[in-house]
Every structure is written in structure tokens, then in C-alpha cells.
Nanobody, 123 residues
């Protein structure tokens, strides 16, 4: 069982930066691949970024590549999403997810999700 709690969302101007955090409960955090998804109003939830359990592998959606960076701190049971050069189209609720299968994390079909944190980018 893994419980996830996101934080760090807020209102930022276009071109600005935010860092999201996702704190995970449990002693087996290091066994889980982690990911970030987002959902804008009226749109389906979409994959943003994923990181392997070891932290050695990352994967990004084309829309955020070069602007967003996913990382993890095993000692703190936390995964981060550093978002730079933000655009109004990045406005969404951002969710983290976890699974022991990386493909499940990327597909967003797993069972472990946080409650989400709102990111709003003004133009």
C-alpha cells in the first residue's frame, strides 16, 4: 500500500517556475516507479513525466521535454517535478502516481494516486 500527497502548486506567470513535490508513505518507496500526470479542465488526464525506481531512468511527454525535470529523493520518500518556462497551457491539476511496473506508471493505469495539486499559469 502506498499513499501519495502532492504539494507545491500555485499561481505563476508565464515563463516562471514551480517545483511540485509528492511525498509517499511506506517503507518500500524505493521499489516503486513514479510518475506525474496532469488534467486540464475539459480534457483527459495526460502523462507528463516518469522516473524509474532507481532514479536512473526518466521519460517525458514531448510537450514538457526540456522544460520539466523529474527527480526523486529516496531518503525523503519524495518525487519532484521541477517546472521551468511555464506556459498557460501547462495549467492543470497535477497528480503523482506510483507502481512497480514502469509501463503502468506511464500508462496511468495503476491504483496509487495522489489527490492532486493545482497549477495555474497566467499569461
Amino acid at each position: 500500500q502506498v499513499q501519495l500527497v502532492e504539494s507545491g502548486g500555485g499561481l505563476v506567470q508565464a515563463g516562471g517556475s514551480l517545483r511540485l513535490s509528492c511525498a509517499a508513505s511506506g517503507r518500500t518507496f524505493s521499489r516503486y516507479h513514479m510518475g506525474w500526470f496532469r488534467q486540464a479542465p475539459g480534457k483527459e488526464r495526460e502523462f507528463v513525466a516518469g522516473i524509474s525506481a532507481s532514479g536512473g531512468g526518466t521519460y517525458y511527454a514531448d510537450s514538457v521535454k526540456g522544460r520539466f525535470t523529474i527527480s526523486r529523493d529516496t531518503a525523503k520518500n519524495t518525487v519532484y517535478l521541477q517546472m521551468n518556462s511555464l506556459k498557460p497551457e501547462d495549467t492543470a491539476v497535477y497528480y503523482c502516481n506510483a507502481d512497480q511496473s514502469f509501463s503502468t506508471v506511464v500508462a496511468g493505469t495503476g491504483n496509487y494516486w495522489g489527490q492532486g495539486t493545482q497549477v495555474t499559469v497566467s499569461s
